[in-house]
Protein backbone atom coordinates (compact mmCIF):
# COMPACT_ATOMS: atom_id res chain seq x y z
CA UNK A 1 0.00 0.00 0.00
CA UNK A 2 1.12 3.66 -0.78
CA UNK A 3 1.19 6.00 2.18
CA UNK A 4 0.82 9.73 2.79
CA UNK A 5 3.96 11.56 3.88
CA UNK A 6 4.19 14.70 5.45
CA UNK A 7 7.38 17.33 4.38
CA UNK A 8 8.34 20.46 3.29
CA UNK A 9 8.30 21.76 -0.25
CA UNK A 10 8.98 24.48 -2.75
CA UNK A 11 6.05 25.07 -4.94
CA UNK A 12 8.00 27.52 -6.69
CA UNK A 13 11.14 28.95 -7.41
CA UNK A 14 10.25 32.29 -5.35
CA UNK A 15 8.51 30.84 -2.51
CA UNK A 16 9.63 29.86 0.24
CA UNK A 17 9.78 25.84 1.34
CA UNK A 18 5.66 25.38 3.35
CA UNK A 19 4.49 22.11 4.96
CA UNK A 20 3.33 19.73 2.32
CA UNK A 21 1.85 16.39 1.99
CA UNK A 22 2.21 13.91 -0.35
CA UNK A 23 1.90 10.00 -1.28
CA UNK A 24 4.90 7.56 -0.80
CA UNK A 25 4.73 4.57 -3.43
CA UNK A 26 3.95 0.70 -2.81
CA UNK A 27 6.88 -0.77 -1.47
CA UNK A 28 8.00 -3.18 -4.51
CA UNK A 29 9.68 -6.59 -3.28
CA UNK A 30 13.37 -5.38 -3.57
CA UNK A 31 12.39 -2.11 -1.23
CA UNK A 32 13.08 -0.55 1.98
CA UNK A 33 10.59 1.35 3.87
CA UNK A 34 12.17 3.66 6.07
CA UNK A 35 11.31 6.31 8.82
CA UNK A 36 13.80 9.68 8.69
CA UNK A 37 14.96 10.37 11.54
CA UNK A 38 17.51 13.39 9.98
CA UNK A 39 17.64 14.32 6.96
CA UNK A 40 21.06 17.40 6.07
CA UNK A 41 20.63 20.37 4.70
CA UNK A 42 22.81 20.67 1.36
CA UNK A 43 23.52 23.73 -0.88
CA UNK A 44 21.89 21.59 -3.61
CA UNK A 45 18.84 21.50 -1.92
CA UNK A 46 18.71 25.42 -1.98
CA UNK A 47 20.06 25.17 -6.07
CA UNK A 48 17.05 22.96 -6.95
CA UNK A 49 14.42 24.76 -4.51
CA UNK A 50 15.05 27.88 -6.64
CA UNK A 51 15.59 26.62 -9.63
CA UNK A 52 19.06 27.68 -10.01
CA UNK A 53 20.11 24.55 -13.02
CA UNK A 54 16.83 24.90 -14.50
CA UNK A 55 15.67 21.53 -14.41
CA UNK A 56 13.43 21.83 -10.79
CA UNK A 57 9.92 20.36 -11.24
CA UNK A 58 7.24 21.80 -8.34
CA UNK A 59 6.10 20.86 -5.71
CA UNK A 60 9.55 19.65 -5.06
CA UNK A 61 10.66 18.23 -1.38
CA UNK A 62 14.49 18.62 -0.81
CA UNK A 63 16.88 16.16 0.89
CA UNK A 64 19.61 14.15 0.12
CA UNK A 65 21.45 13.21 3.64
CA UNK A 66 18.76 10.93 5.06
CA UNK A 67 19.45 8.60 8.33
CA UNK A 68 16.44 6.45 10.24
CA UNK A 69 15.29 3.63 10.72
CA UNK A 70 13.96 0.38 8.46
CA UNK A 71 9.87 0.12 9.16
CA UNK A 72 9.40 -2.64 6.84
CA UNK A 73 11.58 -4.62 4.34
CA UNK A 74 10.40 -6.40 0.50
CA UNK A 75 10.57 -10.09 0.03
CA UNK A 76 13.69 -9.68 -2.08
CA UNK A 77 15.29 -7.71 0.86
CA UNK A 78 18.51 -9.86 1.93
CA UNK A 79 20.47 -6.97 3.43
CA UNK A 80 18.41 -4.97 5.82
CA UNK A 81 15.16 -5.71 8.58
CA UNK A 82 13.25 -3.94 10.75
CA UNK A 83 14.82 -1.51 13.29
CA UNK A 84 18.00 -1.30 11.03
CA UNK A 85 20.03 2.51 10.98
CA UNK A 86 20.00 3.28 7.37
CA UNK A 87 21.25 5.82 4.98
CA UNK A 88 20.29 7.10 1.89
CA UNK A 89 22.37 9.61 -0.18
CA UNK A 90 21.83 11.33 -3.55
CA UNK A 91 20.52 8.72 -5.68
CA UNK A 92 17.64 6.16 -5.27
CA UNK A 93 18.38 3.73 -8.16
CA UNK A 94 20.05 3.93 -11.84
CA UNK A 95 20.05 1.47 -14.39
CA UNK A 96 22.25 -1.00 -12.93
CA UNK A 97 22.89 -2.94 -15.86
CA UNK A 98 25.54 -0.45 -17.44
CA UNK A 99 29.35 -0.89 -17.16
CA UNK A 100 29.31 1.96 -14.45
CA UNK A 101 26.58 0.22 -12.63
CA UNK A 102 28.64 -3.20 -12.75
CA UNK A 103 31.49 -1.33 -11.70
CA UNK A 104 29.75 0.16 -8.72
CA UNK A 105 29.69 4.04 -10.32
CA UNK A 106 26.21 4.06 -10.35
CA UNK A 107 26.78 8.00 -10.03
CA UNK A 108 27.83 7.92 -13.14
CA UNK A 109 25.29 5.11 -14.45
CA UNK A 110 25.31 5.77 -18.75
CA UNK A 111 21.87 5.96 -18.50
CA UNK A 112 21.80 8.71 -15.83
CA UNK A 113 21.10 7.69 -12.27
CA UNK A 114 17.60 8.61 -10.77
CA UNK A 115 18.17 11.02 -7.53
CA UNK A 116 16.43 11.09 -5.00
CA UNK A 117 14.30 13.82 -5.08
CA UNK A 118 13.39 15.50 -8.26
CA UNK A 119 14.13 12.72 -10.90
CA UNK A 120 11.39 10.71 -12.74
CA UNK A 121 11.03 7.23 -11.11
CA UNK A 122 12.53 4.57 -13.81
CA UNK A 123 9.58 2.35 -13.03
CA UNK A 124 6.02 4.59 -12.79
CA UNK A 125 7.41 7.87 -13.95
CA UNK A 126 6.50 9.25 -10.46
CA UNK A 127 8.71 12.65 -9.30
CA UNK A 128 11.38 11.01 -6.32
CA UNK A 129 10.57 13.43 -3.38
CA UNK A 130 13.39 13.67 -0.82
CA UNK A 131 14.25 14.09 2.67
CA UNK A 132 12.55 16.52 4.17
CA UNK A 133 9.64 14.35 5.50
CA UNK A 134 8.70 11.98 7.55
CA UNK A 135 9.36 8.68 5.82
CA UNK A 136 10.84 7.23 2.24
CA UNK A 137 10.70 3.98 0.36
CA UNK A 138 14.06 2.85 -1.80
CA UNK A 139 15.53 -0.01 -3.31
CA UNK A 140 17.75 -1.88 -0.96
CA UNK A 141 20.20 -1.30 -3.10
CA UNK A 142 20.48 2.26 -2.67
CA UNK A 143 20.50 2.21 1.14
CA UNK A 144 23.57 1.71 3.20
CA UNK A 145 23.67 0.92 6.62
CA UNK A 146 25.12 3.21 9.56
CA UNK A 147 27.44 1.83 11.93
CA UNK A 148 26.48 2.01 15.79
CA UNK A 149 29.07 3.99 16.64
CA UNK A 150 28.61 7.09 14.85
CA UNK A 151 26.32 9.46 15.63
CA UNK A 152 23.05 9.12 13.75
CA UNK A 153 22.30 12.81 12.96
CA UNK A 154 26.11 13.66 12.55
CA UNK A 155 26.64 10.95 10.03
CA UNK A 156 23.61 12.14 8.16
CA UNK A 157 26.01 14.91 5.93
CA UNK A 158 28.14 11.75 5.45
CA UNK A 159 25.73 10.84 2.69
CA UNK A 160 26.72 13.57 0.49
CA UNK A 161 29.42 16.15 1.86
CA UNK A 162 31.09 13.08 3.31
CA UNK A 163 31.25 11.20 -0.18
CA UNK A 164 31.71 13.99 -2.24
CA UNK A 165 35.40 14.98 -0.53
CA UNK A 166 35.93 10.78 0.54
CA UNK A 167 35.76 9.37 -3.56
CA UNK A 168 38.40 11.78 -5.02
CA UNK A 169 40.59 11.40 -2.13
CA UNK A 170 40.64 7.73 -2.74
CA UNK A 171 39.91 7.91 -6.64
CA UNK A 172 43.14 9.91 -7.43
CA UNK A 173 45.39 7.96 -4.86
CA UNK A 174 45.74 10.14 -1.75
CA UNK A 175 48.28 8.55 0.64
CA UNK A 176 50.65 9.18 3.57
CA UNK A 177 52.90 11.42 3.49
CA UNK A 178 51.05 13.56 0.25
CA UNK A 179 51.09 17.34 0.72
CA UNK A 180 47.19 18.28 0.04
CA UNK A 181 45.39 21.43 -0.25
CA UNK A 182 41.71 21.54 0.50
CA UNK A 183 39.94 24.93 -1.14
CA UNK A 184 37.45 26.10 0.90
CA UNK A 185 36.34 25.77 4.27
CA UNK A 186 32.37 24.95 4.10
CA UNK A 187 30.44 21.57 4.84
CA UNK A 188 32.66 19.93 2.10
CA UNK A 189 35.83 21.67 2.95
CA UNK A 190 35.84 20.86 6.28
CA UNK A 191 35.35 16.80 5.75
CA UNK A 192 38.25 16.89 3.17
CA UNK A 193 40.94 18.58 5.81
CA UNK A 194 38.95 15.75 8.04
CA UNK A 195 39.98 12.80 5.53
CA UNK A 196 42.76 14.05 4.23
CA UNK A 197 44.47 13.77 8.07
CA UNK A 198 42.89 10.40 8.63
CA UNK A 199 44.73 9.17 5.43
CA UNK A 200 48.00 10.07 6.67
CA UNK A 201 48.25 13.78 5.03
CA UNK A 202 50.01 17.26 5.36
CA UNK A 203 46.97 19.35 5.21
CA UNK A 204 46.91 23.11 3.90
CA UNK A 205 43.55 24.83 3.92
CA UNK A 206 43.22 27.91 1.45
CA UNK A 207 40.81 30.34 2.69
CA UNK A 208 39.89 33.72 1.55
CA UNK A 209 38.94 34.89 5.13
CA UNK A 210 41.75 35.68 7.69
CA UNK A 211 39.16 34.81 10.31
CA UNK A 212 38.49 31.05 9.36
CA UNK A 213 42.67 30.54 10.31
CA UNK A 214 42.01 29.45 14.10
CA UNK A 215 39.27 27.39 12.96
CA UNK A 216 40.78 25.66 10.31
CA UNK A 217 43.37 24.80 12.94
CA UNK A 218 40.88 23.14 15.06
CA UNK A 219 39.43 21.13 12.33
CA UNK A 220 43.22 19.53 12.14
CA UNK A 221 44.88 21.25 9.09
CA UNK A 222 48.44 21.58 9.44
CA UNK A 223 48.78 24.97 7.50
CA UNK A 224 46.62 27.95 6.38
CA UNK A 225 47.18 30.10 3.75
CA UNK A 226 45.07 33.03 3.18
CA UNK A 227 44.30 33.22 -0.69
CA UNK A 228 43.80 37.01 -1.25
CA UNK A 229 47.48 37.43 0.31
CA UNK A 230 49.63 37.02 -2.93
CA UNK A 231 52.48 37.07 -0.79
CA UNK A 232 51.67 33.56 0.49
CA UNK A 233 50.26 32.41 -2.26
CA UNK A 234 53.70 32.62 -3.88
CA UNK A 235 55.26 31.03 -1.29
CA UNK A 236 53.09 27.74 -2.02
CA UNK A 237 54.21 27.76 -5.30
CA UNK A 238 54.57 24.22 -6.47
CA UNK A 239 54.03 22.58 -3.43
CA UNK A 240 51.70 20.37 -3.24
CA UNK A 241 50.69 16.85 -4.60
CA UNK A 242 46.86 17.15 -4.64
CA UNK A 243 44.40 20.16 -4.55
CA UNK A 244 40.61 19.23 -3.33
CA UNK A 245 38.20 22.75 -4.74
CA UNK A 246 35.00 22.51 -2.67
CA UNK A 247 34.19 26.19 -4.17
CA UNK A 248 30.50 26.24 -5.42
CA UNK A 249 31.38 29.37 -7.38
CA UNK A 250 33.50 30.42 -10.54
CA UNK A 251 36.73 31.56 -9.49
CA UNK A 252 39.92 31.34 -10.25
CA UNK A 253 41.94 28.43 -10.55
CA UNK A 254 45.08 29.59 -11.81
CA UNK A 255 46.88 30.90 -8.82
CA UNK A 256 45.82 27.39 -7.45
CA UNK A 257 47.40 25.99 -10.00
CA UNK A 258 50.42 27.40 -9.92
CA UNK A 259 50.91 25.78 -5.98
CA UNK A 260 50.76 22.35 -7.53
CA UNK A 261 54.02 20.03 -8.21
CA UNK A 262 54.37 18.21 -11.52
CA UNK A 263 52.17 15.93 -11.88
CA UNK A 264 49.90 16.79 -9.12
CA UNK A 265 46.28 17.02 -9.43
CA UNK A 266 43.46 19.88 -8.90
CA UNK A 267 40.26 18.04 -7.95
CA UNK A 268 36.72 19.83 -8.64
CA UNK A 269 34.09 18.82 -6.60
CA UNK A 270 32.18 22.44 -6.19
CA UNK A 271 31.91 23.80 -9.28
CA UNK A 272 28.98 22.63 -11.62
CA UNK A 273 29.56 26.19 -13.97
CA UNK A 274 32.02 28.17 -16.40
CA UNK A 275 35.48 28.58 -15.48
CA UNK A 276 35.68 31.80 -15.08
CA UNK A 277 38.28 33.76 -15.56
CA UNK A 278 39.86 31.45 -18.12
CA UNK A 279 41.86 28.65 -17.41
CA UNK A 280 45.74 29.34 -18.63
CA UNK A 281 46.82 25.97 -20.54
CA UNK A 282 50.52 26.69 -19.72
CA UNK A 283 49.64 26.31 -15.93
CA UNK A 284 48.62 22.76 -17.02
CA UNK A 285 50.78 21.76 -19.74
CA UNK A 286 54.18 23.13 -18.81
CA UNK A 287 54.29 20.68 -15.45
CA UNK A 288 51.79 18.07 -16.69
CA UNK A 289 49.04 19.13 -14.15
CA UNK A 290 46.25 17.00 -13.94
CA UNK A 291 42.54 19.19 -13.84
CA UNK A 292 39.98 16.60 -12.65
CA UNK A 293 36.35 16.58 -11.20
CA UNK A 294 34.70 14.15 -9.87
CA UNK A 295 30.58 13.46 -8.68
CA UNK A 296 30.01 12.10 -4.61
CA UNK A 297 30.27 8.10 -5.12
CA UNK A 298 28.89 4.67 -5.61
CA UNK A 299 27.03 2.75 -3.43
CA UNK A 300 30.03 0.48 -2.13
CA UNK A 301 32.12 3.33 -1.66
CA UNK A 302 29.49 5.28 0.06
CA UNK A 303 29.10 2.55 2.58
CA UNK A 304 33.07 2.39 2.60
CA UNK A 305 33.17 6.47 3.33
CA UNK A 306 30.57 5.23 6.59
CA UNK A 307 32.95 2.77 7.80
CA UNK A 308 35.89 4.93 7.40
CA UNK A 309 34.09 7.48 9.61
CA UNK A 310 33.20 4.79 12.23
CA UNK A 311 36.69 3.33 12.49
CA UNK A 312 38.51 6.96 12.77
CA UNK A 313 35.70 9.20 14.54
CA UNK A 314 34.93 11.09 12.03
CA UNK A 315 31.84 12.86 11.81
CA UNK A 316 30.45 16.30 10.43
CA UNK A 317 30.06 19.54 12.59
CA UNK A 318 26.60 20.18 12.67
CA UNK A 319 23.89 22.56 13.90
CA UNK A 320 20.53 20.70 14.66
CA UNK A 321 17.69 22.72 12.93
CA UNK A 322 13.78 22.25 13.82
CA UNK A 323 11.92 22.21 9.89
CA UNK A 324 9.79 25.29 10.26
CA UNK A 325 12.83 27.02 10.23
CA UNK A 326 14.45 25.77 7.41
CA UNK A 327 13.82 29.18 5.57
CA UNK A 328 15.98 31.30 7.79
CA UNK A 329 18.07 28.21 7.45
CA UNK A 330 18.30 28.63 3.85
CA UNK A 331 19.21 32.40 3.89
CA UNK A 332 21.85 31.94 6.98
CA UNK A 333 23.68 29.19 4.39
CA UNK A 334 23.44 31.33 1.43
CA UNK A 335 25.49 33.23 3.37
CA UNK A 336 27.78 30.91 4.69
CA UNK A 337 26.94 31.65 8.53
CA UNK A 338 26.55 27.76 10.07
CA UNK A 339 29.49 25.13 10.53
CA UNK A 340 29.26 23.50 8.83
CA UNK A 341 26.32 21.52 7.84
CA UNK A 342 22.69 21.89 9.12
CA UNK A 343 20.74 18.65 10.19
CA UNK A 344 17.17 18.38 10.54
CA UNK A 345 15.96 17.10 13.43
CA UNK A 346 12.77 15.29 11.48
CA UNK A 347 10.97 14.40 15.27
CA UNK A 348 10.02 18.65 14.84
CA UNK A 349 8.19 17.48 11.54
CA UNK A 350 5.48 16.08 13.93
CA UNK A 351 4.19 19.27 14.82
CA UNK A 352 3.54 20.56 11.63
CA UNK A 353 0.08 20.98 9.82
CA UNK A 354 0.25 19.78 6.03
CA UNK A 355 -1.07 22.01 3.43
Not at 32 to 55: K, T
Not at 66 to 77: K, P
Not at 231 to 246: I, K, P, S, Y
Amino acid sequence: MSHQAKGYAAHSAETDLAPFSFERRTPRPDDVSIEIDYCGVCHSDLHFARNDWGMSKYPLVPGHEIVGRVTAAGSEVTRYKVGDVVGVGCMVDSCRHCRACQDDLEQYCLKGMTMTYGSPDRHDGTMTQGGYSDSVVVSERFVVSVPDNLDPAAAAPLLCAGITTYSPLRHYGVKAGDRVGVIGMGGLGHMGVKFAKALGCEVTLFTRSEAKVGEAKKQGADHVIVSTDDDQMAAAAEQFDFLLDTVPVPHDLNPYLATLKYDGTHILVGLMQEVDPALMGGNLVMKRRVLAGSLIGGMAETQEVLDFCAEHDITCDIEMLDIKNINEAYERMKKGDVKYRFVIDMATLKDTQPA
